[in-house]
């Protein structure tokens, strides 16, 4: 029997601002509970919210990059329900008018694009965090009042891998612009997976919502769980009960946990918030915000395509912006594409991983790297001597030209120094001559064009072999 999975992705990314949304909390990690705590986080009698504009533009930001239709008034509802990490008893968030609807975005799959249709993006604020202990729950109120995006997506994936592949380029697009980290590890992003088996293509089953998967791989997993559970129901005759409900991910089971019925959509009570008025988001605004946009990683995917590198390099030079920004500055100093990106891709990321470095950690600039990479091209030093100068360069923070001239390492690489010779014997042509007719003296010269060469480092006894073998 085939059946046919169509999952549809919730994604929450908390924003990158000095202050939280409302509030003037400050907006950023802390491994202390309840330190970036205002009186409006915690809903004491009296407060109001005061909207964050950075986060507005933010938002309008990624709704842009989304293609998303921009309203001409920025407003918020209120989400009414209770639970314990809400304090005022309801979420600022945007139902009747999102930041964004109506959007698309391509993504990178499988050496092609992937294009993926959304239905909105809003601002809201995210909730505080729950800690269940054994026979107690603990509130952190740090977390209450953080910006947070929702981007909702279309039913439009069939696969967990086309999944995955959205997710990591949105990360991606919120690293790039700044929006947010987006680091999972810390909790910024968190996904509700939608997901419909039918025996039907192109029509969708019961859908059945995962909440709150904390991680890329528990995505995946949780697809895994509950298509294996709902493929498991229908062979067995069983498909009437798969219910429209609200499921949870067990990491420990690896399997989906039932945690209540969603026959109908919950009645939040949504109404205007009150204490923020409507505003008119001016058009010119809009327009610089818009012309704000950076090179994304898809454009910069296509223009290293173009400059002839590899899949698999341009995929890690995009992972990271401030990769893809190093790169570019080798090229822009003279580098090689491919050359720069086998050196990027291959010793300093060996040395990032090793030292667990960010390479805005290191010393070396892309100017540095286009001079050793420059007198690898010359023949001045050999690739292998190259790269101990790298290491030492990147262990010390010492300029390349700084540790070429101090560097006392003996070049006995043979094909290098052959080379070199032949290069000099070539370049020599009436020295060469006169040796040959009897002005051996000549002999020393070009030894004396070998040592200036390699700065006095070439193996003088192999020097002198290949050189008598040239002369000969």
Not at 159 to 188: M, N, P
Request: aromatic share 8%; hydrophobic share 35%.
């Amino acid at each position: 029997m085939n059946l046919f999975l169509t999952v549809g992705i919730e994604m929450h990314a908390e924003m990158k601002s000095i202050s939280k949304v409302f509030s003037t909390s400050k907006n950023t990690f802390s491994k202390h509970s309840n330190t970036h705590v205002s009186p409006v986080d915690i809903a004491l009698p009296g407060i109001l919210p005061v909207v964050n504009k950075e986060c507005v533009r933010k938002a309008i930001l990624m709704a842009s990059i989304l293609h998303c239709e921009i309203p001409d008034y920025l407003c918020f509802d209120r989400k009414n329900y209770y639970y314990p990490d809400l304090p005022k008893g309801y979420q600022i968030t945007q139902s009747h008018a999102p930041i964004g609807v109506n959007g698309y975005v391509d993504v990178p799959f499988l050496n092609d694009s992937l294009r993926v249709f959304i239905h909105d993006i809003h601002l809201e604020e995210d909730s505080a965090r729950l800690e269940h202990l054994m026979d107690e729950t603990l509130i952190n109120y740090n977390r209450a009042g953080v910006p947070l995006l929702e981007l909702v997506t279309e039913p439009v994936f069939h696969s967990k891998e086309e999944v995955l592949a959205f997710l990591e380029y949105i990360r991606k697009i919120y690293q790039y612009t700044d929006i947010s980290d987006a680091d999972v590890k810390r909790g910024q992003v968190r996904c509700d997976v939608n997901i419909s088996l039918s025996e039907e293509e192109g029509k969708l089953g019961t859908k059945v919502e995962i909440k709150n998967v904390n991680s890329f791989s528990n995505v995946m997993q949780a697809i895994d769980a509950e298509v294996k559970r709902q493929t498991d129901l229908i062979l067995d005759g069983r498909k009437s009960e798969i219910e429209q409900e609200t499921r949870r991910f067990d990491e420990a089971t690896k399997t989906t946990v039932r945690m209540r019925s969603k026959v109908d959509a919950i009645d939040y009570k949504y109404f205007i918030e009150p204490n923020i008025p409507k505003m008119r988001l001016d058009s010119n605004w809009i327009k610089e915000i818009q012309s704000s946009i950076c090179e994304l990683p898809m454009s910069r995917m296509k223009r290293y395509e173009n400059m002839g590198l590899s899949l698999e390099d341009i995929s890690v030079l995009t992972k990271e912006r401030v990769f893809s920004d190093y790169f570019d500055e080798c090229v822009e100093n003279g580098c090689d594409p491919k050359t720069a990106a086998n050196w990027i891709t291959g010793s300093i990321l060996s040395y990032l991983n090793k030292t667990e470095k960010k390479i805005t950690d290191i010393s070396l600039s892309p100017k540095d790297l286009h001079f050793l990479l420059s007198k690898i091209d010359d023949k001045t030093i050999s690739g292998k001597q190259g790269k101990e100068l790298l290491e030492m360069a990147l262990q010390t923070g010492k300029k390349i030209e700084e540790c070429l001239s101090t560097s006392d390492t003996q070049i006995s690489d043979e094909a290098f120094l052959e080379e070199l010779v032949r290069k000099i014997v070539l370049e020599n042509p009436s020295q060469v001559e006169s040796y040959k007719n009897g002005r051996t003296n000549l002999f020393n010269f070009f030894v004396g064009a070998v040592m200036k060469e390699t700065k006095g480092k070439a193996n003088p006894v192999l020097t002198k072999e290949i050189i008598t073998k040239y002369l000969s």
